[in-house]
C-alpha cells in the first residue's frame, strides 16, 4: 500500500515494510513527503526555546529559585550552542 493510500482512507499507521522504508530514507525525502503531507513532520524546536518554554511554566516559583534557574541556562548554553535543536 502507499502512502497516499494510508492518506486517503485515514490510517496512521503504515504496516511494516512501510515504516521499514520510511526509516531508511533520507531526511530530504522525508522532507519531500511532508510537503505533500503524505508524512507528518514533527515540529523542530531550538535548545533556546525549549529552555524559554519551560521556564515560562515555572510562574510560582521564589526568587532564589529563579536565580538557581539562569545559572543552569547559563552553564547548559555554555555547553551546548542555544540554536542547536532539531
Known sequence: ?????Y????????????LA???SVTPEIRR???KVRLLEIPE???LG???????KQKTDVK????KTYE??????FEFFKEGEGR
Request: without cysteine; glycine residues 2%.
Open 1 to 5: 500500500m502507499t502512502l497516499v493510500y
Open 7 to 18: 492518506k486517503d482512507n485515514a490510517i496512521t499507521v503504515p504496516d511494516k515494510r512501510t
Open 21 to 23: 522504508w520510511l526509516e
Open 32 to 34: 519531500k513527503h511532508g
Open 44 to 46: 523542530s524546536h531550538t
Open 49 to 55: 526555546e525549549l529552555w524559554d518554554s519551560f521556564l
Open 63 to 66: 526568587e532564589s529559585t529563579e
Open 71 to 76: 545559572v543552569a541556562k547559563r552553564r547548559f
